[in-house]
């Protein structure tokens, strides 16, 4: 999940301004993005894979502290990066251990046998495999080394200052350590997209596939879009329905059907092991699979891309219910879209204002929500659709008839 996160926030960095096609964005990213909320799902030393939520991964893009593959291959001399996430989070864990076990003693006292724990000469032997440049190893451990004498878990540098997650802290403090000067500037203006497809209906499911993701590859800077599906359908014989993400890279049709090119994150050797008959593979293993096939043979499909702020005009109503408040735009054909802002559950002022009239807000379809996240609302002065925006109204997230 974490690398089609990482195909789909280059791709849209190099058809938007960025010239470095060197510049690749680093799984590192990802890694540090999702070790505090998964870290009990660490797979394997060789791998170590960190098996994150897709809409998550879409939303590293803004974050500040972003490395790139050269710097990161530089720095950890063609090591697993894993292995070096998984390092530095054992280390974590440890320290935690320690403070959790010796809670009766006072804090003063902690940090004095702290020392003597093992904790910094456990990780110290964990980074030497990497021969990281020694004033940058030694810049890592200080930093983790003052983290740790806080108490069990990652804390600000100010001693009274809120907790952060240990994602944050590693993003924070050690990826600047790392790049050096070969940090990736964060793209604000960028909105993160993701769907589920809660319809059960192949045509609807295809009418799905076909709005978001003809509406990308077909715009005019084309870009990819994520698809997390079962992973099963690919080879021949599996009935697993593993979660697992791949990105769509390409469309053709015949007089027929639809077929999507999909690039997977296994290698250029993966197909050779089983292939489903039914799929035609390239080479390299991109695979092609026709709207059909996805929507019938995955029972969980979710889309997700970037895309400009995207406006969503109609007729601004709203719902009541017995826990609270709901605002829809209504459109074509009386569909509603939810809109989700964090104050509705009750009624919004700036909203009432304008119930019932034609309105345009201004977001990202939501993840999770089935709506569509708001980030501006203003009056319909006949304004019109950004481009590579995806018609909201025509995507079935939320289906409901007057």
């Known amino acids: 999940m974490y690398e ?22 680093s799984n590192l990213n990802i890694f540090f993005d999702m070790v505090s909320a998964y870290r009990e799902r660490v797979v394997s030393e060789s791998y170590g894979e960190i098996v994150g939520d897709f809409s998550g991964a ?32 054992d280390a974590v864990l440890l320290n935690r251990d320690f403070w959790l076990k010796h809670a009766d003693l006072d804090t003063e006292k902690i940090r004095q046998i702290l020392n003597q724990s093992g904790v910094m000469e456990s990780l110290d032997r964990s980074l030497r495999m990497f021969q990281i440049e020694p004033a940058k190893k030694q810049a890592i451990l200080e930093k983790l080394e003052i983290a740790f004498s806080k108490g069990p878990y990652l804390f600000n540098p100010d001693e009274n200052g809120p907790q952060v997650s240990e994602s944050k802290f590693l ?6 350590i790392l790049c050096g000067q070969d940090l990736i500037s964060p793209v604000t203006s960028v909105m993160s997209n993701f769907i589920h497809f809660n ?17 990308n590859l077909c715009a005019k800077n084309p870009q990819p879009v994520g ?31 639809v077929e999507y090119l999909l690039k997977n994150s296994w290698g250029s050797e993966w197909c050779k092991t089983d292939p489903e008959p039914s ?12 709207d059909k096939y996805l929507a019938e043979k995955s029972k969980n499909l979710g889309l997700g ?18 826990n609270g408040t709901l605002y829809y735009i209504e459109g074509k054909s009386n569909l509603r879209t939810l809109l989700v802002k964090e104050s509705f559950l009750k009624i919004d002022p700036s909203y009432e204002t304008r119930r019932g009239q034609r309105v345009c807000v201004e977001g990202s379809v939501s993840p999770g929500t089935g709506g569509f996240n708001v980030t501006a609302l203003r009056d319909d002065k006949n304004q019109k659709s950004t481009e590579d925006v995806v018609d909201i109204e025509q995507v079935f997230l939320l289906n409901l008839k007057k």
């Open 279 to 290: 799929l035609k593979y390239e080479d390299n293993c991109l695979v092609w699979v026709s």
């Open 199 to 215: 319809s059960s209906e192949p045509k609807k499911r295809i009418s799905l596939l076909h709005t978001v993701v003809d509406a």
């Open 58 to 89: 879409l939303d590293h893009i803004k974050t500040p502290y972003l490395c790139s593959d050269r710097a990161v291959d530089e720095a950890l001399n063609g090591r697993p990066l894993g292995i070096f996430v998984k390092a530095l989070h």
């Open 171 to 176: 993003q924070q403090e050690i990826v600047p």
């Open 227 to 257: 698809l997390t599906f079962c992973s099963g359908i690919l080879r021949a014989g599996e009935s697993e329905c593993g979660d697992h993400a791949i990105t769509i890279v390409g469309r053709r049709q015949t007089s027929s059907k």
């Open 4 to 25: 089609t996160g990482t195909q789909l926030y280059d791709a849209w960095r190099f058809s938007h301004g960025e010239t470095d096609l060197q510049k690749t964005s």
């Open 305 to 322: 891309w970037y895309s400009k702020p995207q406006n969503l005009c109609g007729k601004l109503v709203r719902k009541d219910f017995v």
